[in-house]
């Protein structure tokens, strides 16, 4: 009896938390969504919390805006984003389970060595980074903002992580008893193992490249390679003849809108790959 | 006085070297010769520049629908290489670039870029060379660029003297006020009459005490006054060869004035700086803020967007002090193979009166030429629906042609940034005089490695 | 003797498998740190478009940044790194375990794990534009505040230390708890379903139960939200940036490492950014080395435990 009494309590207290979170969440969402429905004059009069006539006209504004390829922009990101977040995850869990499945005599050095390079700040190589990518040629394309995704320390420790608390090796030899080549081990019993950890990191690791804007500053030139963030830099520079906090709205909607659409698609996924869990087969 | 004939014959001396250097390399790419590249690079930040070439340049074909690329009608194309402003990036590949030109290949070098006020000094240093003296492409801007004003001459020219720049725009500013308020507080809203309310910083401290006592403030923030009190500084921020940052006794005084200011309550406490929405909102209806100092380009896409009631509210007259904000300046880069279509293009954009005048109808903005400027101050065609029907020329002609340029240097751009964010605390009471004297020094080393020391004066 | 046949014959497999990730990182990442590092002796700049350098000055680049406000930097991001990661790894905690608690029927749970993640999907940059809109002395915060009669007179929420690094840790909270909840949750729901019914049939209160049992067990999940979240603090920097204009103002008081490396970057300081980041790397190797140490110590032991479980329910 009383337990069940704390329960409901908890419930309780766990809702108005809850809400309270969820408020703080969608306040400013909603901020942004109503801003960008109403004209820049409108904007002047003050904070209205109801919104406006002008979602139209403003995202006419952006998408019909000739110095500013919205639609091609969107496209570049999805491409990036996409890119990173496949070849991170895949190659981020492919050196993790080389490192856990297998013993070599480099293991321990190797594991420290990215222990090591985990804490490494991008901007500190932006420089070098930048004057090297140009001697290879790959100055203004899309490659250098993809590539260098493989090699991702931080995803790579997740990974580790996971598996050492959801991997028995004994599922390995199992595998090996049946014949099974590593390669295809790895592809066919693995992977579908760390689904839950590759969806999560697929995740942060497609919203962290789409919202990357240091990078692909330095090293995007033309215009129809372009990235939302740079996109939304230009709008934003403080540069009078784009002067309409509408149209800034507008494309800050437009850049999380798609991201948004994608979350939403994975985190059913992801929620029912973590339910699910544990070892099948 | 003395300081300007000295330039003068700076000029003639240094024009006359160069003219004798020039000799062979006009040989090589000569009128007539057929070295001329097949592309044109320009760098630019946003695209006003393009759209200008596209209203007067005779020679634009078409451009492309996403305005990368513009067709000549000789087959030539112009490669627009827009970067934004924002965060030093324009700045960043540009220089990248620039420092890339002795190798790169003909079609891939800049031939035009552009520059502003605030840092077109760092781009015309003559020991970079990276902008060309215009007499070398066979621009003589004695005669050639003579009905230009002549503190865009000086702005665009070396310390030599030497003119590395031209311009199709000059931003004289004026003092842009709500008539509504003006009536109230004044009985008037006649541009003669307030101008003399506002003629000089004394009577507009008067001014401002009436304003005050009818709860309006005079003007939105202290970096409003910035560009007037900077404007006439008497020594560079930094000399040429020098290390050491000058403060001027000028901007001191903006600091004293702007504290005064605030704490008398002339100013809108609520707007820190420029640039920002507490800005934007201070030209809106509701606001209380008497006038700002615009030019003209100010006054039609910062304050017009930005205005919430009908056209008609507001009214120019003169400034307190002349002062002048903005300017983009075309340069031929060193090392273009387009030098013939360079040239072509720098003297339609900013040496014809025609094409000009047609930018100032078409684009609003204050254009090069003296004449020109002073026909359009004449004429009813150039009143502005926004001012009510007030011709603004009429007052900016006269401002243009008194701006006095204040010396230029390589460091401005982070001086006039960092000094008013500096002080911004002080002013807000966060940190004493002398803890933002310090927070300047720390950001202008930071800014500039090569500053060893700040003087400011007693 | 098994084993030892076993991992001679596999070695080369785990070669192959690390291989992409360190031919990766060799090019893209330690070629220009080592780049970066070289130049930190070196005393190499612009000043306008001239380039000076680089000429071998030695250390001095790391003596004259000791003398400099380095060390109050670092003191400011630590402050704001703390007052966004406090009550974000607390409210995670919470919400991860109430989530994972099949007692508490909380309904909507789809919808709450959605809503809360939402926050980091926004550039951060874009965030702090809007922050900087809406907590300005006219922005809609105030009007609000005035018009519901809280305050009489607008707050300049910008123009004091304690409102603007209040600002900086509530954005970094927001921005934060949902990813790391989501991070928790997986952790707790790779928990054996067998040890909660054991734990359950014990009788134990669902507070001795997430003590005893969940804190333990997710602590590898726990360390990795904890590194990765020191080496975010360390890196923060588009927050700040945007909201105080690159100044960190008031008084620089909101002025962070990254803040300070950037305007060295932006200078074309290439030995002063060098020798910075230096200190930086040191500095975050050091702190990862001691939280790696600490969570990872004793627990081998509850790991062992639940893969051999695991191994058993594997069929």
Same mark, same amino acid.
């Given at each position: ?114 222990m ?41 420790y997740f990974?580790?992580s ?120 | ?458 | ?135 300005? @002395? &006219? $922005?809609?915060? +105030?009007?609000?505040? !005035? =018009?519901?009669? #809280? *305050? ?5 929420? %910008?123009? /004091? ?26 952790a ?30 997710i602590r590898p999940i726990l360390a990795y939200t904890l590194i990765t979240s020191i ?12 909201? @105080? &204009? $690159?100044?960190? +103002?008031?008084?620089? !008081? =909101?002025?962070? #490492? *990254? ?5 060295? %970057?932006? /200078? ?20 990862c080395?001691f939280v790696y140490k600490m969570t990872n110590g004793?627990s ?16």
């Amino acid at each position: 009896m009383k337990s069940k009494k704390t329960k409901h309590g908890q419930t309780i207290l766990a809702y108005i938390v809850l809400i309270f979170l969820t408020f703080l969440c969608l306040f400013f969402f909603y901020i942004l969504i109503v801003n960008s429905t109403r004209s820049h004059a409108d904007l002047q009069k003050g904070f209205s919390a109801i919104p406006g006539t002008y979602f139209l006209e403003n995202l006419k504004n952006v998408a019909n805006d000739g110095s500013f390829p919205m639609f091609r922009g969107i496209i570049n990101s999805l491409i990036v984003s996409g890119s990173s977040a496949a070849l991170c995850t895949y190659f981020s869990a492919l050196t993790a389970y080389g490192l856990y499945a297998y013993d070599f005599k480099a293991k321990k050095a190797a594991f420290t060595f990215i222990m090591a390079i985990l804490v490494m700040p991008t901007q500190v190589t932006a420089m070098g980074f930048l004057r090297l990518i140009t001697n290879m040629g790959m100055y203004d394309s899309l490659l250098p903002l993809i590539i260098p995704s493989i090699a991702s320390p931080a995803v790579f420790y997740f990974m580790y992580s996971y598996l050492q608390s959801s991997l028995p090796l004994s599922l390995v030899e199992a595998a090996r008893i049946d014949g099974s080549g590593e390669f295809k081990t790895f592809n066919r019993i693995v992977l579908p193992i760390m689904k839950p950890a590759i969806a999560v990191q697929a995740i942060f690791t497609f919203v962290g490249s789409w919202n990357n804007y240091f990078v692909p500053a330095l090293v995007i030139q033309s215009k129809d390679k372009m990235t939302v963030p740079i996109l939304i830099a230009t709008l934003r520079g403080a540069d009078y003849m784009n002067f309409d906090m509408g149209k800034i709205y507008m494309m800050i909607t437009v850049a999380i809108v798609p991201i948004i659409i994608v979350y939403l698609l994975l985190s059913k996924y992801i929620i029912a790959g973590v339910t699910l869990g544990g070892v099948k087969e | 006085m003395k300081k300007r004939a000295v330039a003068v014959l700076l000029a003639a001396v240094t024009a006359a070297g160069l003219l004798a250097g020039c000799g062979g390399k006009g040989a090589e790419n000569g009128p007539g010769s057929t070295e001329e590249g097949k592309v044109i690079n320009i760098y630019s930040w946003n695209d006003e520049f393009r759209t200008r070439l596209e209203a007067v340049y005779p020679e634009v074909e078409s451009t492309s629908d996403d305005g990368t690329v513009t067709t000549l009608k000789d087959g030539t194309e112009i490669h627009w290489i827009i970067n934004p402003n924002q965060d030093g990036v324009y700045q960043q590949k540009l220089d990248e670039a620039l420092m890339g030109q002795v190798d790169a290949a003909p079609d891939d070098k800049v031939d035009i870029f552009l520059s502003e006020t605030d840092y077109v000094y760092k781009y015309t240093d003559a020991e970079a060379d990276v902008a060309m003296p215009l007499e070398d492409l066979g621009i003589d801007p004695e005669t050639d660029l003579a009905d230009q004003y002549e503190f865009t001459k000086t702005t665009a020219s070396d310390e030599n003297g030497v003119q590395r720049g031209s311009t199709w725009q000059c931003c004289p500013g004026l003092l842009v006020y709500r008539r509504d308020i003006a009536k109230d507080v004044f009985g008037t809203d006649d541009p003669a009459a307030v101008g003399e309310k506002v003629k000089d910083w004394d009577t507009l401290k008067t001014t401002a005490e009436e304003l005050k006592a009818k709860g309006y403030y005079t003007f939105s923030s202290y970096a409003d006054t910035f560009r007037l009190y900077g404007n006439s500084i008497s020594e560079p921020w930094v000399a040429v060869g020098d290390t050491t940052i000058k403060v001027d006794q000028k901007i001191m005084d903006w600091i004293s004035d702007s504290k005064e200011w605030l704490d008398a309550g002339y100013l809108d406490k609520n707007v820190k700086g420029q640039w920002n929405d507490d800005w934007n909102k201070a030209m809106s209806s509701s606001s209380k803020v008497f006038a700002f100092l615009l030019p003209a380009w100010g006054i039609d896409f910062t304050l017009n967007p930005n205005w919430d009631g009908g056209d008609g509210a507001w009214a120019v007259t003169n400034p307190p002090q002349e002062y002048n904000w903005g300017g983009s300046y075309i340069h031929a880069c060193t090392g273009t193979d387009n030098p013939e279509h360079v040239k072509d293009i720098i003297l339609s954009l900013t040496a014809d009166k025609d094409n000009l005048l047609k930018i100032s109808k078409d684009y609003l903005d204050f254009t090069n030429t003296v004449s020109g400027m002073q026909e359009a101050a004449e004429s009813d065609e150039y009143a502005s629906d926004f001012l009510g029907g007030q011709n603004p020329y009429q007052y900016y002609a006269p401002v243009a042609e008194n701006i006095e340029i204040a010396p230029l240097s390589s460091y401005d751009q982070g001086c006039v940034e960092l000094i008013q964010n500096s002080f911004s605390d002080y002013f807000q009471g966060n940190v004493d005089f002398d803890r933002a004297k310090s927070n300047f020094e720390t950001a202008i080393k930071e800014r500039y490695p090569d500053i060893t020391e700040i003087q400011w004066p007693e | 003797m098994k084993k030892k046949r076993k991992s001679i014959s596999y070695a080369k497999w785990g070669y192959l498998f690390i291989l992409p990730f360190f031919i990766c990182f060799l090019i893209f990442s330690l070629i220009p740190l080592i780049d970066t590092i070289r130049y930190s002796f070196y005393e190499y700049y612009r000043s306008g478009i001239k380039e000076i350098g680089p000429n071998f000055i030695g250390m001095d680049n790391y003596v004259s940044l000791l003398g400099s406000d380095m060390l109050k930097y670092a003191g400011n991001t630590l402050i704001l790194w703390i007052i966004g990661f406090i009550p974000q790894i607390v409210i995670a905690l919470l919400l991860a375990n109430w989530f994972t608690d099949i007692r508490l029927k909380i309904k909507g749970k789809q919808f709450f794990k959605v809503v809360i993640y939402l926050p980091n999907l926004i550039m951060a940059s874009a965030f702090a534009m809007l922050f900087f809109a809406m907590f300005s @002395t &006219n $922005g809609p915060i +105030n009007s609000i505040l !005035t =018009s519901i009669g #809280l *305050i009489s007179e607008p707050i300049d929420f %910008l123009g /004091s230390v304690f409102g603007t690094r209040s600002l900086i840790g509530l954005m970094n909270f927001l921005m934060w708890f949902g990813n790391t909840t989501i991070m928790l949750m997986a952790a707790i729901m790779g928990i054996s379903q067998d040890i909660f019914e054991a734990c359950e049939l014990d009788g134990c209160t669902s507070v001795k139960r997430f003590f005893y049992i969940t804190l333990p067990l997710i602590r590898p999940i726990l360390a990795y939200t904890l590194i990765t979240s020191i080496i975010g603090g360390l890196q923060m920097f588009d927050v700040p940036q945007i909201l @105080t &204009n $690159g100044q960190g +103002n008031p008084d620089r !008081t =909101s002025m962070t #490492l *990254i803040m300070f490396l950037n305007s060295h %970057l932006k /200078s074309r300081n290439y030995g002063m950014a060098g020798a910075l980041s230096v200190y930086l790397f040191i500095v975050s190797a050091i702190l990862c080395f001691f939280v790696y140490k600490m969570t990872n110590g004793n627990s081998s032991d509850a790991y062992g435990k639940i893969s051999k479980k695991k191994a058993k329910r594997g069929r």
